[in-house]
C-alpha cells in the first residue's frame, strides 16, 4: 500500500522535484492544491527550521492521519553577508527574478565574494511521532552572469561545488542527487523508512 503524502506547497517547480526524488513506490504525493487549501501560510519564523515546522503545524487539525512534510529554503551569498537566507522569496522585491539575478551576480563579481549555498529544511509530521527536522546545505558559487533569463529562482546563477555549470544548466537528474532539496529530501526518505 502508497503512503499518501501531503507536501505543503502550491509552487509546481518544487512538487516536480520532490516527486522526482521521493521513492514513487512507496509514497503518493499529494499538494496544497489537492486537499483544497488555499490561505496563506505567512512566513514570518526567523530559522528555515522553524519556517517549515510552521507550514506543517497549519494543516495537521485538517489532516492529522496523512504525513505531511514542508520545506522552507533559501540561498546564502557571501558578498550578502551570508543573506538573504530566509528572506530570498522576499529579497529586492522591487525587480523581477532575472534583474535580481544579474545584480546579484555583478554584486558578487565586483566585491570577488561569490562563495554561497543553497539551503533546504523539511519538516515532517506523521501521527503519534514527533516532528522530523531536517536541514541540509548545498555549497557552491555565484556564477558571473546568469546562465538565462529564465529557470527557477537562483538556479540560473548557482553553481555547485565541483561543477562549471549552473543549476539550471545542469540535467534535471544531476541537481535532484546533489541538491540542498535532494540531501533533506534523502534524509526525509531514510526516516520515513525506519518509522514507518
Ligand atoms: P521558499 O522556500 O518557498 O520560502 O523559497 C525561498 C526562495 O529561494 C525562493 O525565492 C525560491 O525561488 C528560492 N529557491 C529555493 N530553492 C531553490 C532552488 O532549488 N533553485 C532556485 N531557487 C530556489
Redesign the pocket.
Given at each position: 500500500m502508497k503512503h499518501k503524502v501531503l507536501l505543503v506547497t502550491s509552487?509546481d517547480h518544487k512538487l516536480k522535484e520532490f516527486q522526482a526524488m521521493m521513492d514513487e513506490s512507496m509514497f503518493e504525493l499529494i499538494s496544497l492544491k489537492d486537499v483544497g487549501y488555499t490561505e496563506e501560510i505567512i512566513?514570518d519564523q526567523l530559522t528555515y527550521h522553524d519556517q517549515a515546522v510552521k507550514k506543517v503545524a497549519a494543516l495537521i487539525e485538517l489532516h492529522p492521519e496523512l504525513i505531511i512534510i514542508a520545506?522552507?529554503?533559501?540561498?546564502e551569498i557571501e558578498a550578502f553577508e551570508y543573506g538573504p537566507g530566509i528572506y530570498?522569496?522576499r529579497f529586492k522585491p522591487e525587480m523581477t527574478q532575472h534583474e535580481r539575478n544579474q545584480w546579484i551576480c555583478e554584486q558578487c563579481f565586483q566585491t570577488k565574494q561569490s562563495h554561497a549555498a543553497?539551503v533546504?529544511a523539511i519538516a515532517c509530521y506523521i501521527k503519534d511521532q514527533p516532528i522530523f527536522v531536517t536541514v541540509n546545505r548545498c555549497f557552491g558559487y555565484i556564477a558571473n552572469e546568469p546562465s538565462h533569463d529564465f529557470g527557477?529562482?537562483?538556479?540560473p546563477i548557482?553553481a555547485p561545488e565541483g561543477y562549471q555549470e549552473t543549476?539550471q544548466m545542469l540535467p534535471s537528474s544531476i541537481k535532484n542527487r546533489i541538491?540542498?532539496?535532494a540531501l533533506a529530501i534523502q534524509a526525509l526518505m531514510h526516516y520515513l523508512k525506519g518509522v514507518l
Amino acid at each position: 500500500m502508497k503512503h499518501k503524502v501531503l507536501l505543503v506547497t502550491s509552487n509546481d517547480h518544487k512538487l516536480k522535484e520532490f516527486q522526482a526524488m521521493m521513492d514513487e513506490s512507496m509514497f503518493e504525493l499529494i499538494s496544497l492544491k489537492d486537499v483544497g487549501y488555499t490561505e496563506e501560510i505567512i512566513e514570518d519564523q526567523l530559522t528555515y527550521h522553524d519556517q517549515a515546522v510552521k507550514k506543517v503545524a497549519a494543516l495537521i487539525e485538517l489532516h492529522p492521519e496523512l504525513i505531511i512534510i514542508a520545506d522552507d529554503s533559501g540561498i546564502e551569498i557571501e558578498a550578502f553577508e551570508y543573506g538573504p537566507g530566509i528572506y530570498s522569496a522576499r529579497f529586492k522585491p522591487e525587480m523581477t527574478q532575472h534583474e535580481r539575478n544579474q545584480w546579484i551576480c555583478e554584486q558578487c563579481f565586483q566585491t570577488k565574494q561569490s562563495h554561497a549555498a543553497f539551503v533546504c529544511a523539511i519538516a515532517c509530521y506523521i501521527k503519534d511521532q514527533p516532528i522530523f527536522v531536517t536541514v541540509n546545505r548545498c555549497f557552491g558559487y555565484i556564477a558571473n552572469e546568469p546562465s538565462h533569463d529564465f529557470g527557477f529562482g537562483y538556479d540560473p546563477i548557482f553553481a555547485p561545488e565541483g561543477y562549471q555549470e549552473t543549476f539550471q544548466m545542469l540535467p534535471s537528474s544531476i541537481k535532484n542527487r546533489i541538491s540542498h532539496r535532494a540531501l533533506a529530501i534523502q534524509a526525509l526518505m531514510h526516516y520515513l523508512k525506519g518509522v514507518l
